[in-house]
T-cell receptor, first 106, second 122 residues
Framework: DIQLTQSPSFLSASVGDRVTFTCRASQGISSYLAWYQQKPGKAPNLLIYTASTLQSGVPSRFSGSGSGTEFTLTISSLQPEDFATYYC?????????FGQGTKVEI | EVQLLESGGGLVQPGGSLRLSCAASGFTFSSYAMNWVRQAPGKGLEWISSISGNGGTINYADSVKGRFTISRDNSKNTVYLQMNSVRVDDTAIYYCAKAESTVTTRTGLDSWGQGTLATVSS
């Protein structure tokens, strides 16, 4: 199975900050990576797929990059509604594993 | 508007069974693969199973293989998860989620239900 390791696990930031977090795969997954945002008590929300394609309706301050084994999610200017937990998921092979998450806190 | 509504969660004893359902609306159900993803209390997301639009391709996580069975009824726009021989560590919120694309399953899960809680305890 492919393992995904997200870093950092926790990130403290302020409104307006540019934040970047990383997802590393234990083996190459081409560009088959998605990013999700989850707020407490809510279902996850798809932000980005195929590493860099912004899902419809997602603000342009979110961007993704990478291929192979290393991927990043960047929020260009953190907004109050962005404080949440972010997960990556690989879609290269089964099982479709998730990373352990990065929690963005104020 | 896409809607996914899970049901069937509840309290079950270890070794028992539970059947979860996910009723879908707002899209051509038979064209999309469907997935089940779970989240144990205070923990991260765990993908557990998927089924193709016509039901012909099914995959499972090792943690549930041989115990859980995914199925779908396209005439009822519903996907199911039959959970047998449940264990305490199966306690989680179970979400159903729709594939983003009809063409490939590699573009993520773009719509999720609100989840249903399954609690395994004696």
């Amino acid at each position: 199975d492919i393992q995904l390791t997200q870093s950092p696990s926790f990130l403290s930031a302020s409104v307006g900050d540019r934040v970047t977090f990383t997802c590393r795969a234990s083996q190459g997954i081409s560009s088959y990576l998605a990013w999700y945002q989850q707020k407490p008590g809510k279902a996850p929300n798809l932000l980005i797929y195929t590493a860099s394609t912004l899902q419809s309706g997602v603000p342009s301050r979110f961007s993704g990059s990478g291929s192979g084994t290393e991927f990043t999610l960047t929020i260009s200017s953190l907004q109050p509604e962005d404080f949440a937990t972010y997960y990556c998921q690989q879609l290269n092979s089964y099982p479709r594993t998730f990373g352990q998450g990065t929690k963005v806190e104020i | 508007e896409v809607q996914l509504l899970e049901s069937g969660g509840g309290l079950v004893q270890p070794g028992g069974s539970l059947r979860l359902s996910c009723a879908a609306s707002g899209f051509t159900f038979s064209s999309y693969a469907m997935n089940w993803v779970r989240q144990a209390p205070g923990k991260g997301l765990e993908w557990i199973s998927s089924i193709s639009g016509n039901g012909g391709t099914i995959n499972y996580a090792d943690s549930v293989k041989g115990r859980f069975t995914i199925s779908r009824d396209n005439s009822k726009n519903t996907v199911y998860l039959q959970m047998n021989s449940v264990r305490v560590d199966d306690t989680a919120i179970y979400y159903c989620a729709k594939a983003e694309s009809t063409v490939t399953t590699r573009t993520g899960l773009d719509s999720w239900g609100q989840g249903t809680l399954a609690t395994v305890s004696s």
